[in-house]
C-alpha cells in the first residue's frame, strides 16, 4: 500500500494517506456517510482517486485479517 502511511510521528500512528494529514478513518467515515469518491476529493482536492481507493483497499486488507484471525473464513 502506496499511498498510505503508517508513522508514529504523524497523526499519533493513525494510518494516513502519504504525504497528508487526512487519515484513512477520515475517508472511510465520509464514504461511509453517503459521500461519492468525487465528493470526498471535492472536499479534500489535495487526494487523488487513487487515494480514496487506497483507503477502501486498506479496510478491506484489515477486515480479511481479521476475519482469519477470528475464524470466520471457513476453507474451502
Same mark, same amino acid.
Given at each position: ?17 502519504? #504525504?497528508?494529514?487526512?487519515?484513512? &478513518? ?5 464514504? /461511509?456517510? #453517503?459521500?461519492?469518491? &468525487?465528493?470526498?476529493?471535492? /472536499?479534500?482536492? +489535495?487526494?487523488? %482517486?487513487?487515494?480514496? +481507493?487506497?483507503?477502501?483497499? %486498506?479496510? /478491506? &486488507? ?8 477470528? #475464524? ?5
Amino acid at each position: 500500500m502506496e499511498r498510505i502511511e503508517v508513522n508514529p510521528n504523524i497523526m499519533a500512528g493513525k494510518p494516513v494517506i502519504r #504525504g497528508t494529514r487526512i487519515s484513512v &478513518s477520515l475517508v472511510l467515515n465520509l464514504l /461511509a456517510n #453517503g459521500y461519492t469518491p &468525487s465528493r470526498v476529493i471535492e /472536499a479534500y482536492p +489535495q487526494l487523488t %482517486f487513487e487515494d480514496v +481507493q487506497a483507503a477502501m483497499q %486498506f479496510a /478491506a &486488507s484489515l477486515a480479511n485479517m481479521e476475519e482469519r484471525s477470528y #475464524g470466520l473464513i471457513q476453507p474451502v
